[in-house]
């Protein structure tokens, strides 16, 4: 058989490794798993719970950009720290937007993903990068 990695899994003749950072920190030998099973499925661990932190951070945001819109932003009004302290909340608004996106599209994201049902334990680990 010939040699298969991805970021999270090793396969090869004799076992099966599971990594962390490209280092083995489990092995499995093909006799300790019950059932491999590939299918398409989700690419995190829960896609709930990550679906909603993003709506949440998305919320946040638009609740954040809502807060501080009727400023006037005219430079004699606002300052040079008003105007620094602007920038630094459109950036925060902006980050949070971008974050939470990344999150709501991570969340809805389906690949082949291998199943592992061992006595210890059930996971599921991408197939692809």
Known sequence: MKKYETAELRADDS???LLRSRYAYKTLSYHEIAELRIRRGSVVNNPVAVF???VALI????Y???MFSPLNVTGARLGLKGG????????????????GGIL????MKKDFVLE???EAFK???PLTE
């Open 59 to 62: 919320a946040a945001g638009i």
């Open 52 to 54: 909603i932190v993003g």
């Open 84 to 99: 620094k302290a602007l920038g630094y909340l459109i950036f925060l608004v902006f980050g949070l937007l971008c974050f």
């Open 15 to 17: 076992d099966l490794a």
């Open 104 to 107: 709501v599209y991570k969340s």
């Open 123 to 125: 996971k599921s680990y």
């Open 64 to 66: 954040i950009g809502n």
């Open 116 to 118: 592992i049902r061992a």
